[in-house]
């Protein structure tokens, strides 16, 4: 049975995340942005409040939370930072789950303790400059050479990837039948022939580390393949679900947090002689914008829920992450409009929230991608349905 209401324990950790991003968190948010650097020492304090690894696996020094509550959690930093929400999204979910799943146990011991007791970063290295969405079309190579594996290629946009200690990082070990054969590998930044660089310049999420990293014959030992050779597609699209479902209850919180702003200000401001929440104009906006984020909130968490049972929920995912990403960009520009010239000053904390929440259609697989995904899915379902054979 499905509960809408959260236990004590979801509540919980909810109030304690809420606390910290009020606490700590919303005083510098301003600031971290216009440095356009990842404040550690927050990221750090995540961790020991055992946010940073909480639905990592106990018997490595993760919380063992359920997915609602990493879900609950997200929403409450991203209410406040965004740009912290992903860093802990990416790290938790396609930075450390595959490990969790396919590691060895020299591998869990070596990455996935720092991971899930909060005192390691983890990155996820899928893109190229020649390949999104397109993840076949990666070039980046692996070949075997004496004990180790060296790669060659370019990975883009890595969040964390200037502050991780490990990123699982794709690459091409072969080719059979025609088709590529892709390995994941645990690969450490400092690794020889490993160079990281932030990637600057981009349009919001200013406090995320998102780096670009050319491996130029770097030496990969050879015991950090994760899983086997030429199934680490499998092991890198496994994590996606719960990447997927991570960027949705990000986006919940940014979809929040500018309604919460929006309300506040048609109270308060005034034309022609009364509240502007008066006009039916915004009211229109305002129940469009509270309905839509209820909407995205039960979505995403109807995915964790299921990811906790253990039901695979791949379209659900995909569903959560495509609604409550055009619904937070949606919001994010009512509360502008709504704030009229106001919204458009930074001082007002929507233009952050605005630039933040753009790239939340794109990353972790973009919505037209999520669209493809969902629709594949009803029209297999419906083609095993009887009640949809021709001849009913
Ligand atoms: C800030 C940021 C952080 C990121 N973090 C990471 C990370 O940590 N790790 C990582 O590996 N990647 C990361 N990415 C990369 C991100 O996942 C990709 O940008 C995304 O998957 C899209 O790939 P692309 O940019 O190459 O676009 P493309 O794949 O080139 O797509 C361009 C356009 O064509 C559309 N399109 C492509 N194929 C189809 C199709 N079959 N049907 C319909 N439309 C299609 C796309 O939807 C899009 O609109 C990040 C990106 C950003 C901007």
Not at 166 to 188: C, D, H, P, W, Y
Not at 321 to 349: D, R, S, W
Not at 367 to 378: D, F, G, K, P, Y
Request: proline content about 3%.
């Amino acid at each position: 049975m499905m509960e809408f209401e959260l236990t004590e324990e979801q509540r919980m950790i909810r109030d304690l995340v809420r606390d910290f991003a009020h606490q700590e968190i919303a005083p510098r948010v301003e600031e971290d942005d216009r440095r356009g650097r990842l404040p550690m020492e927050l990221v750090w304090k995540l961790g020991e409040l055992g946010i940073l690894g909480m639905v990592l696996p106990e018997e490595w020094g993760g919380g063992g939370s359920d997915y609602v509550s990493y879900v609950v959690a997200i929403e409450e930093l991203a209410r406040v930072s965004p740009a912290l929400a992903v860093t802990l999204s990416v790290s938790c979910s396609v930075g450390a789950l595959p490990i969790a799943r396919a590691g060895t146990e020299a591998q869990k011991e070596k990455f996935l303790r720092p991971l899930a007791e909060g005192r390691m970063l983890g990155a996820f290295a899928l893109t190229e400059p020649g390949a999104g969405s397109d993840v076949r079309a990666i070039s980046t190579t692996a070949r075997q050479e004496a004990g180790h594996y060296i790669l060659d290629g370019t990975k883009i946009w890595v969040t964390n990837g200037t502050e991780c200690g490990v990123m699982i990082t794709m690459a091409v070990t072969g080719r059979q039948n025609g088709r590529k054969e892709i390995s994941a590998f645990l690969v450490e930044p400092d690794s020889p022939g490993v160079n990281v660089r932030l990637m600057e310049g981009k349009l919001g999420l200013h406090s995320s580390s998102t780096a670009e990293v050319v491996f130029e014959e770097a030496r990969i030992p050879r015991e950090n393949l994760l899983g086997a050779e030429g199934k680490g597609l499998r092991v890198a699209l496994g994590a996606l679900e719960g990447g997927r479902v991570g960027i949705a209850a990000h986006a919940v919180g940014i979809a929040q947090a500018c309604l919460d702003r929006a309300v506040d200000y048609a109270r308060e401001r005034h034309a022609f002689g009364r509240a502007i929440g008066q006009f039916e104009a915004i009211q229109t906006k305002l129940g469009e914008m509270a309905a839509r984020v209820s909407a995205s909130r039960l979505l995403t968490r109807r995915a964790a829920w299921m990811m906790d049972r253990g039901l695979g929920c791949p379209k659900e995912a995909s569903m959560a992450k495509l609604y409550a990403t055009e619904t937070a960009n949606f919001v994010a520009a009512e509360a502008i409009q709504i704030h009229g010239g106001y919204g458009f000053m930074e001082e007002f904390g929507l233009a952050r929230f605005y630039r933040d929440v753009r790239v939340a259609t794109i990353f972790e697989g973009t919505n037209e991608i999520q669209r493809m995904l969902i629709a594949r899915s009803v029209l297999s379902s419906a083609a095993r349905s009887p009640t949809c054979s021709r001849g009913s």
